[in-house]
């Protein structure tokens, strides 16, 4: 059974710092892409970043290039963002993603707020 299971949201303010991590099973992790996607309140869901297998080619959106880093660890089945310079802005549900295989996670919430 494939699962993608995401954790590490929560409150920051803005300026903040969190990492989110999406813990993957059920499927050769390993050698597929991944990507985060994330979805604002009354908007649609739209692509954050994405890195290659073994970690090669990350991408971003232009909105969160030089703010966050995506990256994984094959060894723990586990993807991750890191995300330092936090706006309001990016208020959303994080969602895990297998492009390839089309699997999704359930998401973890993101608040910026002072």
């Known amino acids: 059974q494939v699962q993608l299971v995401e954790s590490g949201g929560g409150l920051v303010q803005p300026g903040g710092s969190l990492t989110l991590s999406c813990a993957a099973s059920?499927?050769?992790?390993?050698?597929?892409?991944m990507s985060w996607y994330r979805q604002a309140p009354g908007k649609e869901r739209n692509w954050v970043a994405t890195?290659?297998?073994?970690?090669?080619?990350?991408d971003y959106a232009n909105s969160v290039k030089g703010r966050f880093t995506i990256s994984r660890d094959d060894a723990k089945n586990t993807l991750y963002l890191q995300m330092n310079g936090l706006k309001p802005d990016d208020t959303a549900v994080y969602y895990c993603?297998?492009?390839?295989?089309?699997?999704w996670g359930q998401g973890t919430q993101v608040t910026v707020s002072s």
């Open positions: 059920g499927f050769t992790f390993r050698l597929w892409p």
């Open positions: 890195v290659g297998a073994h970690g090669i080619l990350p």
């Open positions: 993603h297998a492009p390839s295989k089309g699997y």
